[in-house]
Nanobody
């Protein structure tokens, strides 16, 4: 069993930055790939980005590529989502997810464990 807890969400003006954290417990953190997803009001949850077990490989949705960066610290059992140049359309609840069986994926169905989410609101 893996427990994931996101933090760092909040209200920020357009053009600003936020860093989300996702703390994991319950299993060896370096055993699983991590993903970030988000869900805006009235919309389906969508992929934001993912990072491999080692942290050497990352990839992102086109909508955030070049603005968001995912990193992880396996010693601290934490994955981060650095969000820069935020836009109002980035407003959503952001979730981290852990995948034990396989490596990075943009498919939410392939992630076994999810956090409770943290709200990010970007004002114009």
């Amino acid at each position: 069993q893996v427990q994931l807890v996101e933090s760092g969400g909040g209200l920020v003006q357009a053009g600003g930055s936020l860093r989300l954290s996702c703390a994991a417990s319950g299993r060896t953190f370096s055993s699983y790939a991590m993903g970030w997803f988000r869900q805006a009001p009235g919309k389906d949850r969508e992929f934001v980005g993912a990072i491999s077990r080692s942290g050497r490989t990352t990839y992102y949705a086109a909508s955030v590529n070049g603005r968001f960066t995912i990193s992880r610290d396996n010693a601290k059992n934490t994955v981060y989502l650095q969000m820069n140049t935020l836009k109002p359309e980035d407003t959503a609840v952001y979730y981290c997810a852990a995948r034990l069986n396989g490596d990075t994926s943009s498919w939410e169905s392939e992630y076994e464990y999810w956090g409770q989410g943290t709200q990010v609101t970007v004002s114009s």
